[in-house]
């Protein structure tokens, strides 16, 4: 029996999980097999196609499984310190009015992330400081694969450009480690 | 750069790099983010996206990646010229079409962008042709790096970097392929691969992205959450998919060629036919005829053209790009005209090469 995701290697485990409360089991090999540290997770990943759904109907959905009966007056009537939005109106948007808004209805987002992405924190890159002076190897990175490409394919206008602000980041960062 | 430079400009996303078979045409990281001292576009007024837009331009001014792009203002754009920048995948129909103070800063060879007061105060994108989601992430990064380090984004060290709506906050990175399934779709096995591509927390979505549908049997493979993974996860992730996905293609396509060699190659080559020789081509007509050539290509059926020169043509025979080379409005019947012409001269230049390597 080969997977029945990749057609390609044995199917080595039977895969249960849970569609619209119905169980569903596919044979998958062990590279199709969702990884574990998912499974364990204590959050159950969103149903199918749930990232397409407009955040005001997902709203609607987080109300009816957190059990609770009708909006309460409170609730609805949140309103945001930073831009005077009210908790009713983004329900009704489903686009947030600035960045204080996270503050202002973090109980009823924390659920609402939750439901959507099967995940209550952020993890992977960090702020950058501002006034930071980004360090110049990224870009001379980036710029040098450029470069290369745009030889590899004989565009040599673009290569001669790539080169000069190569140069300038050089010179400049040469100047600060001299200062 | 002149909005009527842009049609002969060649976007590096095209040059067919990395295309597995023919089969990747493109790779694309973005990045959505927003400034933490003004409101989010629900409630932005007219002079903070203006703000918006000073503070970017003036802080990739400082960048050394953004400082020689070009700048548009999407309201001193036609119509037409906003769609032809929708066709090179450098602004989202969304950006095109809202209201307001909207811009588009972008690098010369178009692999680096900026929408301005799109959803979010910023979409950076990096585009990159082939399988190269390390690269395009690499590379939207850095972009992020240096405009972070002149502007304050709104961010929580709970829930990561903040975004207008709550499905793109966390890393607000979506990480996406353009990917030609022609095999999967005539085994109709793409509902299947679809199905486990959602299973695995990926979206397959259609030639523009977002709510529109397949063309020419491309389709968009993109990660579905932003909250709780880490941007190199999403990176392995989608790259290891994609080379399943890659593989159960080429599986299909040699299993079709094993089975029906003479139907396959009899409809490679009536579609490089009717692409050298028709008249009048729609552009549904165009997309599909250019699908069957690229199995052909995937296949090895046809050696005399590569994905550069199919990707090329895929968006120099768009509408708007058809328009803004006959300079101005035409109707659809004429553009099918004008479309079959320029395929056919395109074509044209694979006979002479041809012959004069005999």
Known sequence: MKCEICHKNDATTAYTHIVDDTKKTLLLCASCVPQNEEKEKAVPRPKEDESTQSVPELIKKV???????????????????????????????????????????????????????????????????????PSPHKALEQLRSELKDAVDREEFERAAQIRDQIRGIEVDAEGRSLR | MNISELTANHAQWLNGAEDRHGIVVSCRARLARNLSALPFAPKATVEDQEQVIEQVLTAAQRGHLMNSASFFRMDALRENERRLLVERHLVSPALAESKGQRGLLFSRDESLSIMINEEDHLRLQAILPGLQAENAWAAVNALDDELGASVAYAHSDKWGFLTACPTNVGT?????????????????????????????????????????????????????????????????????????????????????????????????????????????????????????????YSLGLLKQLDSAFMNRLMIVTQPSHLQMENGGEIAAEERDIYRAERVRSHFATLASEEGGQS
């Open chain 1, 63 to 133: 109300k009816v499984e957190f059990n609770t009966a009708g909006p309460s007056e409170s609730t609805e009537n949140t309103v945001c310190q930073g831009c005077s939005m009210t908790y009713k109106q983004f329900k009704k948007v489903g686009r947030l009015g600035c960045h204080q808004c996270y503050t202002s209805f973090a109980p009823q987002l924390e659920r609402l992330l939750k439901r959507i992405h099967g995940a209550e924190a952020h993890c992977g890159k960090d702020l950058v400081e501002v006034g930071t002076v």
């Open chain 2, 172 to 296: 607000g990175l979506r990480l996406s392929i353009l990917i030609h399934l022609p095999a999967l779709v005539l085994t109709e096995d793409m509902e299947r691969v679809t199905r486990g591509l959602t299973e695995m927390a990926f979206t397959v979505r259609g030639f523009y992205g977002e709510g529109t549908h397949p063309v020419g049997n491309l389709f968009q493979v993109s990660n579905q959450f932003t909250l709780g993974v880490e941007e190199d996860k999403i990176v392995e992730k989608l790259t290891a998919i994609t080379q399943q996905i890659i593989e159960c293609e080429k599986d299909a396509q040699d299993a079709l060629l094993k089975e029906a060699r003479a139907q396959v190659e009899d409809k490679v080559w009536r579609a490089y036919g009717l692409l050298s020789h028709a008249r009048v081509l729609s552009s549904q007509e165009f997309m599909n005829l250019l699908s069957a050539v690229r199995l052909g």
